[in-house]
């Protein structure tokens, strides 16, 4: 064979094989998106346009729908069950939001919304309970002045949570004070008709004459109706200044008022029993948390 068939041999291999891949192509040539040369959708948005606030509908209803906690998570926050078994009420219908029935699964509400489990209204934290002994000289719903102390410097580390007093007890008083900071345990306590049990251990300017200690005993007659008591009686070896007081009457000093209606000054007044719940292992000036029992307890009154 001649240099030139070789040649010519060698130049047509190249062109009829390799040559179809190579840069320059063949006819065959495969087109390559690698290089910048993908197709243009006419149809696609242009991604300078969507972040320019152009993005689609579904987009911001996502965005929308993400404010606000689960609504599993908020039953389980309130402390009543686990986020798995709350999933398990909320798709049998137990629980409101805002007077709606809610069955959906992921569903998720603010914490201005109204959510009621079984009817009765929860809040997205643990309900709390924590036992004071009041110490003398704290104010209860605390002081325009400053350098008055209150209660709530006493149970400043008693819980994360807010949690107010349930109901009051004069500044010069000592003794039990609930505090919760559950709305509806504290206003079920404070209601007066239901009337919860209080004992006083009270002492007076001067002995309590038998006489008005029996007027005490069938009621006596204020500025607001008839002041009613369960019990009273003298402390036993003690002097009669000395007096031992039940009442279920939540009005406001209601005590000092009945006392001081027959001309008698409360020098000493200590709330030792308040519902059920005793200073028992609890120093003054100090706090517990009550025991489930004790939740129970108060939840049956």
Not at 8 to 23: A, F, L
Not at 128 to 152: C, D, I, W
Not at 239 to 262: A, D
């Amino acid at each position: 064979m001649s240099r030139n068939d070789r040649s010519s041999g060698s130049r047509g291999d190249k062109s009829s094989g390799r040559t179809s891949s190579g840069r320059q192509g063949g006819g065959d040539r495969k087109k390559s998106h690698a290089r910048g040369n993908a197709p243009v959708n006419r149809n696609e948005k242009d991604p300078k346009e969507m972040s320019k606030g152009n993005a689609p509908a579904k987009a911001k209803q996502s965005e929308k729908k993400s404010d606000g906690m689960r609504l599993n998570k908020y039953i389980a926050n309130s402390g009543i069950c686990s986020r798995r078994d709350a999933d398990i009420y909320i798709s049998a219908g137990s629980v409101t939001v805002n007077g709606k029935v809610i069955t959906e699964m992921g569903y998720k509400v603010k914490l201005t919304d109204e959510v009621k489990f079984d009817g009765r209204k929860i809040l997205p934290e643990k309900p709390e309970y924590v036992l004071l002994n009041k110490p003398k000289g704290y104010f209860v719903t605390g002081s325009l002045e400053k350098k008055n102390r209150t209660v709530m410097d006493l149970i400043a580390n008693a819980s994360k949570s807010k949690l107010d007093p349930v109901g009051k007890l004069d500044t010069q008083a000592t003794g039990l004070i609930l505090f919760t900071n559950d709305g509806t345990m504290a206003k079920k306590l404070a209601n007066p008709k239901n009337g919860i049990r209080q004992i006083y251990h009270l002492e007076l300017d001067k002995d309590l004459a038998y006489d008005d200690l029996q007027k005490i005993k069938e009621g006596v007659n204020l500025e607001d109706g008839t002041a009613k008591v369960t019990d009273i009686s003298y402390v036993e070896n003690k002097p009669k200044r000395e007096v031992g007081l039940e009442i279920r009457s939540t009005k406001s000093h209601i005590v000092q008022r009945i006392f001081k209606s027959l001309n008698y000054e409360i020098v000493k007044l200590d709330r030792v029993i308040y519902g059920g719940l005793t200073k028992k292992d609890l120093p003054r000036g100090h706090w517990r948390v009550l025991t489930k029992q004790e939740l129970i307890n108060l939840g049956n009154m």
